[in-house]
C-alpha cells in the first residue's frame, strides 16, 4: 500500500481507503463490519470513511462497535464522519450547515462512533443559505475544541471551496484542506476538469467516492441483477436504471475485456484508473463482503500497467476525447 498526502497537510493517507455507505448496517452487522475493516486494515488502509446520514446513524453505530472490538491503537488509523442532511426533520435539523446542526452533529457522530474526536471532518453538501463565514467559524470551533482534526468539503464547486479558505484565512480560522468528490471512469469531468486549476493552485486534498459507480464498473451486471447486489436493493432502483443502460454496459464490457487481456479484474482496473490521477490523496473503495476488499486492494499493483496507451484506449472506449479533460 502506498501512502499520499492529504493535499498539503501533514496527514498520510493510503491511497485505497474504505468507506461504510450502503453497507455497514443495511448489509453488514458489526461481525462483518469488523472482518471488513480488518481485512482493508491489513492491506494497509489507514483511513475509513463515514457519514451521520448513511443508515441514519447506524452505519456510524457499527463502525463504532467494530472499532471497539478491532482494538487497533487510535494513532494507526484515521476516522472521517460528515454532516450535512442531519437526521431528523426539524427545520433548523437538515440540509444545512448552520453553527448549531454542525456543532449537535459532530457530538452525536463522536457518541455513535464511540470516539474522542474524528480525524477528518466534512461539510457533506454546500448549503447556499447559511453563510459561509458561519460554516467556517464553526467548522474553526470544532478543530479547536479537538473533535476533528481536520475539515473539509464534499460536492462543492470551486467556487465555494476559495470563498470558504478565503474566509478563513481572513480570520485566521482552520480552512478547509480536503474535499470529498465523485470520480471514476463514468463520472469523471468535474475532478479532472473544472477542480483541476483549483487543486494546483491550492494544493487541496481529495477523498474520491464511488470508484466503482456502486459497482457498475466491477462488471458485476453484465449478466444480469445478482441477489443482495447493491443495485437489488430497496431505495436503490437508481443505481439498478444505471447498471442495465444498454449504452453504459456495452462500455463496460469492453472495459472487462481490456482488463482480461491486462490479466487484472474490471475492479481492479476500475480503481487503478482513478489512482493514476495525481490530484487523488485516496480512493474510498467499498465492500459488501471481504472477498471484494482482498480484489480491491491489489489495485495497486495494476496502476503501472495503465501506460499512456493504455490509458488513451480507455478513453476511445468511453468515448473521451483528449481535449475534454484538463489534465
Ligand atoms: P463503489 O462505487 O466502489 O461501490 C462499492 C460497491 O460495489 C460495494 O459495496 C459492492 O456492492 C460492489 N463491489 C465492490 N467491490 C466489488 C468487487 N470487487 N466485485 C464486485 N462487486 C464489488 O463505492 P461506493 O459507492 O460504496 O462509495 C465508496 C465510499 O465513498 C462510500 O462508502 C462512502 O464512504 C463514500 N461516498 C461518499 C459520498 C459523498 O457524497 N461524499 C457519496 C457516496 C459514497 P454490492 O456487493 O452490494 O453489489
Same mark, same amino acid.
Given at each position: 500500500m502506498e501512502y499520499r498526502h492529504l493535499g498539503r497537510t501533514g496527514i498520510r493517507v493510503s491511497e485505497l481507503s474504505l468507506g461504510s455507505w450502503v453497507t455497514f448496517h443495511t448489509q453488514a452487522d458489526v461481525k462483518a463490519a469488523v472482518e471488513i475493516m480488518a481485512a482493508a486494515y491489513d492491506s494497509g488502509v489507514n483511513f475509513f470513511d463515514n457519514a451521520?446520514?448513511?443508515?441514519?446513524?447506524?452505519?456510524?453505530?457499527?463502525?463504532?462497535?467494530?472499532?471497539?472490538?478491532?482494538?487497533?491503537r487510535r494513532g494507526s488509523y484515521l476516522v472521517?464522519?460528515?454532516?450535512?442532511?442531519g437526521l431528523h426533520e426539524g427545520v433548523n435539523e437538515k440540509n444545512t =450547515?448552520?453553527?448549531?446542526? =454542525?456543532?449537535?452533529?459532530?457530538?452525536?457522530?463522536?457518541?455513535r462512533l464511540q470516539l474522542d474526536y474524528v480525524d477528518l471532518l466534512f461539510c457533506h453538501r454546500p448549503d447556499k443559505t447559511t453563510p459561509i463565514e458561519?460554516?467556517?467559524?464553526a467548522m474553526h470551533n470544532i478543530i479547536e475544541?479537538?473533535?476533528?482534526?481536520?475539515?473539509?468539503?464534499?460536492?462543492?464547486?470551486?467556487?465555494?471551496?476559495?470563498?470558504?479558505?478565503?474566509?478563513?484565512?481572513?480570520?485566521?480560522?482552520?480552512? $478547509?484542506?480536503?474535499?470529498? $468528490?465523485?470520480?471514476?471512469?463514468?463520472?469523471?469531468?468535474?475532478?479532472?476538469?473544472?477542480?483541476?486549476?483549483?487543486?494546483?493552485?491550492?494544493g487541496y486534498g481529495s477523498t474520491t467516492w464511488s470508484p466503482l459507480a456502486s459497482g457498475i464498473l466491477s462488471g458485476k451486471y453484465l449478466k444480469g441483477i445478482p441477489q443482495g447486489s447493491r443495485a437489488s436493493l430497496e431505495g436503490f432502483e437508481?443505481?439498478?436504471e444505471n447498471a442495465t443502460d444498454t449504452?453504459? =454496459?456495452?462500455?463496460?464490457?469492453a472495459l472487462d475485456s481490456l482488463a482480461r487481456e491486462l490479466g487484472c479484474s474490471l475492479s481492479q482496473l476500475s480503481l487503478a484508473w482513478c489512482l493514476k490521477n495525481p490530484f487523488v490523496s485516496t480512493v474510498i473503495t467499498g465492500a459488501s463482503r471481504v472477498e471484494q476488499v482482498h480484489e480491491n486492494m491489489k489495485a495497486g499493483e495494476v496502476a503501472p500497467k495503465l501506460t499512456p496507451e493504455i490509458l488513451e484506449r480507455i478513453d476511445k472506449i468511453l468515448g473521451i476525447k483528449p481535449e475534454e479533460d484538463d489534465d
Open positions: 451521520e446520514a448513511y443508515a441514519n446513524g447506524r452505519s456510524e453505530e457499527v463502525m463504532g462497535a467494530a472499532l471497539k472490538e478491532l482494538k487497533w472521517s464522519t460528515k454532516i450535512y442532511w =450547515l448552520n453553527r448549531k446542526r =454542525l456543532i449537535e452533529g459532530i457530538n452525536g457522530s463522536l457518541e458561519e460554516t467556517v467559524w475544541w479537538g473533535k476533528a482534526m481536520y475539515w473539509g468539503t464534499s460536492e462543492w464547486s470551486a467556487a465555494e471551496i476559495v470563498e470558504a479558505i478565503a474566509v478563513a484565512e481572513r480570520h485566521h480560522l482552520h480552512k $478547509p484542506v480536503m474535499e470529498q $468528490p465523485v470520480y471514476n471512469l463514468l463520472r469523471r469531468h468535474r475532478f479532472s476538469g473544472e477542480y483541476v486549476r483549483f487543486y494546483k493552485e491550492y437508481w443505481v439498478k449504452s453504459t =454496459l456495452s462500455k463496460v464490457q
